[in-house]
């Protein structure tokens, strides 16, 4: 029987989480849809304001903005391989601090880029910051909860993604149709520093914490295990099953979920089979949609299964469980290419994106599941990169892929891409067997 929670602070940590998170995807997911305005296309062209964006330059543009999500995602995958090992070493604090700053800066930088080159570089530097948020959020989910409450922590926090996206969709239209495509990057970019602030004077570890009840904390560590402080190369982790199921995950799934970042606005900007587009002035209601959907289905998968280890599911069981659920949830979406209707269209997205979400708090569990504390960050970097690595393969070829094929392709990627991951995780690691400190010192030795 479990042990009944004896207060609740460890909630609020999840809220700044969470709150990290959103601004996180708001700096990322800006130029998505500022992409879509003719003057920023014809800018980064080198076009004059006058001149005509005819199909051939529209086509070359998509072509660029490939090559510039590439090189965000490369610089990603470069940050993981860092920013893991980093937080471990000197804290999750002072790891997410720098990371923060870094990407507010390149955020802000952005409004002053006037070429694809520019714009490849503060990409780059985006990149590179943004790569922190999710090794620090799973590691201080790790310190903060114990493992049974950990998926439906993870996906609360990994809600912020998609309310980011939302209020992108709300927020940068009004302002590029009021005050110009680079205003979106200086508010959107200012947003991160005052983050800084929140995150640097409220953060703390739950041992630390002076506002944290005795009972929670002797609750949050119910099931902990004493682990000593382990210093673990890449190299060394690489050598565990477990590293390498999580890889897998992130490899398949996350560039899926970049693609949606990066092209739905375009998708509904151009795609011809569609009866109806969407614009800069017309996004915000169905993405608006499609991102709620898309946080509920981070929390109720997270949620669900929570309850199933609750009553009595192992780990094992509950988590591939929910992970084939998430799977199945993707598949219909290969005919949000072929329909005409705008509706269904957004209503396979949104499940598809919702099924994602589930997808990823599990994942992000399997680090804090299967690792001692001390080295999750580190693992979670190696799934990030991974992930980042299949994100700048996709990215690389989805503007020429959608110049010469249409959606379609992109979409079957999608419709496969989890069920494959599923079965190959399994091969790997039939059963989810932790790593345990000992294991980690004998490999050391």
Known sequence: MQPASPGNFRWRIVTLLFIATTINYIDRQVLSFTMTDELFRKEMLGLGPDEMLTPGAIDRFKISY??????????????????GWLIDKIGTKRGFSLGIIIWSIAG??????????GLISVRALLGLGEAANFPSSVKTVSEWFPRRERSFANGLFNAGSNVGIILT???????????????????????????????WFTYS????????????????????????????????????????????????????????????????NSNAALDHKLDLKSFGIPFLIIYVVSDAGSVFFGWLATQLMNRGWSAN?????????????????????QTNSLTV???????????????????????????PRSVVASVTGIGGMFGAIGGILLAFLAGRIITNFGYLPMFIIASCAYLVALVIIHLILPRLEPVRAEEIEEVLV
Request: proline letters at 4%.
């Open 66 to 83: 490939g090559d510039v999500d590439a090189a965000f995602k490369f610089a990603y995958a470069i940050g993981f391989i860092v920013i």
């Open 108 to 117: 802000v930088m952005t409004g002053f880029v006037s070429s694809v080159r």
């Open 169 to 199: 969709a709300l927020l940068v239209p009004y302002l590029i149709t009021n005050y110009g495509w680079r205003s979106s990057f200086f508010v959107t970019g200012i947003l991160g520093f005052f983050l800084f602030g929140f995150w």
């Open 205 to 268: 570890k739950p041992e630390r914490n002076p506002k944290l009840s005795r009972e929670e904390l002797a609750y949050i560590q119910s099931d902990a295990t004493e682990e000593a402080t382990l210093k673990v190369s890449w190299g060394k982790l690489l050598t565990f099953k477990q590293t390498w199921a999580f890889a897998v995950g992130k490899f398949m799934a996350d560039p899926i979920w970049w693609f949606y970042m990066s092209w739905l606005p375009d998708f509904f």
């Open 317 to 337: 069981h509950a988590r591939k469980t929910t992970m084939l659920i998430c799977a199945l949830c993707v598949v219909p979406i290969f005919a949000a290419a």
């Open 345 to 371: 269209a957004i209503g396979l997205i949104a499940l598809a994106t919702a099924a994602h979400q589930g997808w990823a708090a599990i994942m992000y569990t399997f680090a804090s599941d299967l690792f």
